[in-house]
């Protein structure tokens, strides 16, 4: 980069010089205006040289822009300068970022929870389901000894029964294969997803949405679990539907035969 020195040699000071001797002869005119002296005229005519040769150059003139309008922090970015932008922004559109904010924390996660295909329902909504439907079914996915101990509800009483194809996580393909042998449409079957509490039962309404099944549920509380099946069933419920134990369950059979007997 040229410096000002170097320039200012190279630029042409024939108007600077002192005057020659010729100038020095001649006498000066006493009718002529008076002129300045002629250090203020070598003054003055350097100072505007040095201006036009900044204003001139393209160099010098970028140099000395940059120098008033250069920032010792260029390329870094003001985190001070962005949180004094957003915090006034915030105060200048209040109910803007409060509508914003609701939206983002409130209408989208309900829209996104509420038009996915695989949602929670309590133990009497279905029952309710599972008993105005007539697509819908019951899987209940505990293992076999849970099953050994607590049977799962029966439903003859609405002239369907309970599919039981225990979910283990290291065999989902195994387990969508016998789900979906169980099932003669998939496509148009509504299932309603019963675990021992409500662990697995979500993981497996999402699976099998995923998988072509027109609906599932997920029990909230499952068979053991507050406001489950179990221990609403007593209020509720109607006794055939009732989750029995083993040794109950021959109990369970006479009073559905007799409660059908009556109905009849």
Same mark, same amino acid.
């Given at each position: 980069?040229?410096?000002?020195?170097?320039?200012?040699?190279?630029?042409?000071?024939?108007?600077? =010089?002192?005057?020659?001797?010729? #100038?020095?002869? /001649? %006498?000066?005119?006493?009718? +002529?205006?008076? &002129?300045? $002296?002629?250090?203020?005229?070598?003054?003055?005519?350097?100072?505007?040289?040095?201006?036009?040769?900044?204003?001139?150059?393209?160099?010098?003139?970028?140099?000395?822009?940059?120098?008033?309008?250069?920032?010792?922090?260029?390329?870094?970015?003001?985190?001070?300068?962005?949180?004094?932008?957003?915090?006034?922004?915030f105060n200048k559109y209040p109910f803007f970022v409060a509508g914003c904010?609701?939206?983002?924390?409130?209408?989208?996660?309900?829209?996104?929870?509420?038009?996915?295909?695989?949602?929670?329902?309590?133990?009497?909504?279905?029952?309710?389901?599972?008993?105005?439907?007539?697509?819908?079914?019951?899987?209940?996915?505990?293992?076999?000894? =849970?099953?050994?101990?607590?049977? #799962?509800?029966? /439903? %003859?009483?609405?002239?369907? +029964?309970?599919? &039981?194809? $225990?979910?283990?996580?290291n065999d989902e393909d195994g387990f969508l294969m016998k789900v979906k042998?169980?099932?003669?449409?998939?496509?148009?079957?509504?299932?309603?997803?019963?675990?021992?509490?409500?662990?697995?039962?979500?993981?497996?309404?999402?699976?099998?949405?995923?998988?072509?099944?027109?609906?599932?549920?997920?029990?909230?509380?499952?068979?053991?679990?507050?406001?489950?099946?179990?221990?609403?069933?007593?209020?509720?419920?109607?006794?055939?539907?009732?989750?029995?134990?083993?040794?109950?369950?021959?109990?369970?059979?006479?009073?559905?035969?007799?409660?059908?007997?009556?109905?009849?």
């Open positions: 980069m040229t410096s000002l020195p170097i320039i200012l040699a190279s630029f042409p000071l024939r108007n600077l =010089t002192k005057p020659s001797s010729t #100038s020095q002869t /001649l %006498k000066p005119n006493p009718n +002529s205006p008076k &002129q300045p $002296p002629i250090h203020l005229l070598t003054k003055t005519h350097l100072s505007v040289t040095i201006s036009q040769l900044i204003i001139t150059s393209p160099v010098l003139a970028s140099e000395s822009f940059d120098s008033i309008s250069s920032d010792p922090s260029s390329g870094r970015i003001d985190l001070e300068s962005i949180l004094v932008t957003i915090d006034n922004f904010t609701f939206i983002y924390l409130v209408v989208y996660p309900s829209v996104i929870f509420y038009l996915r295909k695989y949602k929670p329902i309590s133990a009497m909504n279905a029952f309710r389901k599972l008993k105005s439907e007539a697509d819908s079914q019951l899987l209940d996915i505990r293992d076999d000894k =849970t099953l050994a101990t607590l049977a #799962s509800p029966n /439903l %003859k009483f609405l002239g369907k +029964s309970s599919i &039981q194809v $225990p979910f283990s996580e042998g169980s099932f003669s449409d998939p496509e148009s079957t509504v299932v309603c997803v019963l675990d021992n509490f409500d662990g697995n039962s979500s993981k497996v309404a999402e699976l099998l949405i995923k998988n072509g099944f027109k609906e599932a549920y997920y029990i909230r509380g499952g068979a053991r679990g507050k406001n489950g099946w179990l221990a609403i069933q007593e209020e509720l419920l109607p006794p055939p539907v009732h989750m029995y134990t083993a040794k109950n369950v021959k109990s369970s059979n006479n009073n559905e035969a007799s409660i059908v007997g009556t109905e009849n």
